[in-house]
């Protein structure tokens, strides 16, 4: 019976000993699983830290750098006459002393301002610190002057210069070479040199406490009063002087009576005699005052101008004859009393501008066309009697315009006016590659009165000559020659000359600029009942 209970009892005692096992099993491998995570815990903590990619110092700053919180502290030891020189941060001193002498001391401070200020002043100039624009203001440190005396009259020692503004300077060269058979040799290759410069310039300067100084200079100012040069010099009020001013000063006066001005340049001082002040001034007036009437839709402006002032080399006559015919032309003003009648006119100017179009060589005579020998010059020129005045039968030089004559080349021209005792400048002029003016926008022509009004006027030098056409009612008369009279380029045209570029008030070609024409101010048309 016991032998039978054992044997079935056996095979469950077999599965619980073997559950059992792997429970036992379970708990044994479970601490040494514990075991080997504290290992690993352990490790994780011990891990040192990798190099960082950035290396640091301790005197960067801005950004991602530390700042040097370390102070220089400077004592002065009165027993040994010397300076020391601790680094701090905080209380605790964090280097070893450094001893100076007093000499030394004062080149160590000297350099050390110097690199401040230079440090300072560039990064305003870079925009690299705060308030950099405030920096860039005074870019130029303070003197100082060593003197009593300097500082008795100027109430101080100090010299501050503040100047600002900016300067333009353009430069060129323009090379132009132009293949035209029509000029000659030298003048197809021209050089120009072109500069140009603007200047926007100001000065603030201080000396002491009593005197100051401003300036200012632009070139594109639209007036010359606009630029200001001013020192103006300030005692104390205890000094009978009480102010000088020297340069651009003014004036106003609290009178109605009496006006004063405004744009005045000289020296003005104010004086002070107890409760008496006196104001003198000594200056040249820049400016004018003028007063306006206005009477219905229009206004009144009062002007008046020397009878010198006219409007210079832009108004000439073709000829004597019809300055001569001019009074009579205009005695029944607004009629004209003229049988003349321009029908033709080609002028030629100094070429300026290194033009290649329209231009030619030209040979102008000053007594071309004359015949009244009170008009004509000191050379050997005779008029030929009856002939029409003005034309180019009217003298002997109408010889001259033959095609194949010596007067066709630049060579030979001395040699063809040599016969007429004539001299260049005074009785004639040889002009190469002269510009053609265009009628209408280069000038205008009184075709009744027979004189040409430039729109441009013309330099001291300029050179202007004319050959022109003209009725009298009958028949048709030529002065000088045009492009189409069978000249053929580059041989020379023969044309009259009104102005040469050497100027002599004592020949009659003189005459031949208008000296009745003014410009009036601020005036576009005149009245017809202007007197």
């Known amino acids: 019976m016991p032998y039978k209970l054992f044997k079935n009892i056996l095979p469950f005692l077999f599965v619980v ?13 479970s601490p040494k699983n514990t075991t080997t995570s504290s290992i ?58 450094t001893y100076m002498s007093p000499e030394e ?47 008795s009259i100027f109430g101080g020692n100090t010299i501050e210069v503040n100047p600002q503004g900016s300067i333009l300077v353009k430069m060129g060269l323009i090379y132009q070479k ?12 021209s050089t120009t040199f072109d500069f140009d410069q603007e200047i926007s310039a100001s000065l603030n300067a201080r000396i002491g406490n009593r005197l100051k100084v401003s300036a200012n200079f632009d070139t594109q100012s639209t007036y010359n009063f606009q630029n200001l040069v001013k020192i103006e010099y300030t005692p104390t009020e205890d000094d009978i002087i009480q102010k000088i001013e020297i340069g651009n000063v003014s004036m106003p006066l609290r009178n109605s009576l009496v006006t004063g001005a405004q744009n005045l340049f000289g020296v003005k001082t104010e004086l002070q005699f107890g409760k008496t002040t006196v104001t003198g001034i000594f200056s040249q007036q820049r400016s004018q005052t003028k007063s306006v009437a206005a009477q219905g839709a229009s206004t009144l402006n009062e002007f008046e101008f020397k009878a010198t002032n006219y409007d210079t080399n832009r108004h ?15 005695i ?3 009629l004209i009393n003229s049988t003349i009648n321009l029908t033709r006119v080609e002028i030629w100017v100094t070429n300026r501008n290194a033009a290649t179009e329209g231009t030619r060589n030209i040979v102008a005579l000053a007594d071309l066309g004359e015949n009244n020998p009170t008009n004509i010059g000191p050379a050997n020129v005779n008029p030929f009697p009856g002939a029409k005045d003005p034309s180019n039968e009217a003298n002997n030089l109408n010889d001259l315009l033959t095609l194949n004559g010596l007067i066709r080349k630049i060579s030979t021209v001395n040699q063809a006016v040599s016969p007429y005792s004539m001299a260049q400048g005074r009785d004639y002029t040889l002009l190469e590659n ?67 570029e ?25 009245q017809r009942d202007f007197g």
């Open 17 to 29: 000993l073997f559950f059992g096992s792997t429970v036992l099993s379970a708990q044994i491998i």
């Open 178 to 189: 132009v293949e035209n058979p029509q000029l000659s040799e030298r003048n197809r290759k």
């Open 332 to 334: 029944n003003f607004p």
């Open 316 to 330: 000439f006559f073709l000829g004597h004859s019809f300055r001569d015919n001019y009074n009579n032309a205009l």
């Open 40 to 97: 690993s815990d352990t490790s994780v903590l011990n891990d040192t830290i990798a190099p960082l990619p950035y290396s640091f110092k301790n005197d960067q700053k801005g950004s991602l750098f530390l700042d040097n919180n370390s102070e220089t502290e400077v004592i002065f030891d009165p027993k040994t006459g010397n300076y020391i020189l601790v680094q701090k941060i905080g209380d605790f001193y964090i280097e070893h002393p």
């Open 502 to 526: 050497i100027l002599n008030t004592s020949i009659p070609m003189w005459d031949l600029m208008l000296k009745n024409v003014y410009e009036i101010p601020g005036a576009f048309q005149l």
């Open 105 to 151: 001391y004062k080149e160590y401070r000297l350099q050390r301002d110097m690199l401040e200020y230079s440090k300072n002043k560039l990064n305003a100039i870079g925009g690299k610190t705060k308030n950099s624009d405030d920096e860039r203001k005074n870019l130029l440190p303070t003197y100082y002057v060593n003197s009593n005396f300097f500082e």
């Open 434 to 500: 002269a510009v053609k003016l265009v009628q209408g926008v280069d000038f205008k022509m009184n075709a009744q009165l027979g004189f040409i009004t430039l729109n441009r006027r013309l330099t001291d030098s300029d050179v202007l000559a004319v050959a022109y056409e003209y009725t009298d009612g009958t028949e048709v008369y030529r002065v000088g020659e045009f492009t189409d009279s069978g000249v053929v380029a580059p041989d020379n045209l023969v044309v009259k000359l009104l102005r040469s």
